[in-house]
């Protein structure tokens, strides 16, 4: 009985912070279908007095929201795929290359994880501006292809799959490339996945580097175009949360493919045996 109680106890608990978690984006999703009284009504309502679907064609004819939800959908992909590309280069070098210098070098690779962004946004916002790069995709895509938090995740799973593996494929001749696409992708899909993951749902939140390097609408990004939603006379919050959702939208898609390998590249080497 005692042990019933305490996980009744331990469940019951865990409900109510899932349910104080949960209520943000509930409300969001609710206000979408709310008029403008329903939305800044207090005590504020959770559930619409019916499905005012007016405020998705506001948000669209207010801003050009699904221009702007292509542009981070192709900066973030772009990104992905780039620090895919690199990271599990650079992870397998770390991993797996003998070379003079190599702990020396990759100290100092993850020394580059504690400069803040804002040390680096100047340099690199005079380097976009001197390669005529503002307004563009280069500039919004090129300065994050590199990750050293992606090296290092990759190169932590490289170093636990199976040596005997790689002691077998190298008696049967196979170099370092063959290597590296037939047996370390293959084996490594939760931990690009992981990576993949947090990849693209960070760039797509991005807000403070396409505000500085984009001026007109052609480049803008969702996070810019959500506060172009909000007015200095006025905040509509159902038109507001009504672009919030189109936003979201993507990002829960994505989270919802994802989520098996996502949890199995958290959770990969913390079990043994």
């Known amino acids: 009985m005692t042990s019933r109680l305490q996980n009744t106890t331990i469940y019951i608990v865990l409900g109510i912070a899932a349910a104080l978690m949960l209520y943000p984006i509930l409300f969001t999703f609710s206000a979408t279908f709310m008029t403008q009284a329903e939305s800044s009504s207090y005590p504020p309502k959770l559930i619409p007095g019916g499905l ?8 669209a004819k207010l801003v050009p929201i699904f221009k702007f939800i292509t542009n981070s959908f192709m900066i973030s992909t772009a990104i992905m795929i780039g620090q895919i590309l690199t990271a599990s280069l650079a992870a397998y070098a770390f991993a ?49 292809l590199a990750s050293a938090f992606g090296t290092f995740l990759l190169r932590q799973f490289f170093l636990q799959l199976p040596s005997e593996l790689f002691e077998a494929a190298k008696i049967d001749g196979c170099g370092h490339i063959r290597s590296f696409f037939r047996l370390v992708l293959p084996l490594s899909r939760p931990a690009l996945a992981t990576l993949g993951v947090y990849s693209f749902l960070t760039h797509w939140n991005m807000y403070l580097w396409p505000l500085l ?5 052609k ?55």
């Not at 390097?213 to 609408?217: A, P």
Request: proline residues 3%.
């Open 213 to 217: 390097i984009t001026n007109g609408e």
């Open 96 to 144: 797996f290359l003998r070379f003079t210098g190599k702990t020396v070098l990759f100290a100092l690779f993850l020394s580059t994880m504690m400069i803040p962004w804002e040390v680096t946004m100047i340099p690199n916002y005079l380097t976009i501006k001197s390669w005529g790069w503002l307004d563009s995709y280069e500039g919004l895509i090129i300065p994050f």
């Open 52 to 59: 005012y679907w007016e405020n998705l064609l506001q948000v």
């Open 219 to 273: 480049m803008r990004t969702v996070q810019i175009g959500i506060s172009m939603l909000q007015f200095e006379e006025m905040t509509s919050w159902n038109l507001v949360l009504a672009g919030v959702t189109l936003v979201l939208l993507p990002s829960l898609l994505l989270l919802a493919l994802g989520i098996k390998q996502l949890v199995r590249g958290i959770t990969a080497g913390a079990v043994k045996g």
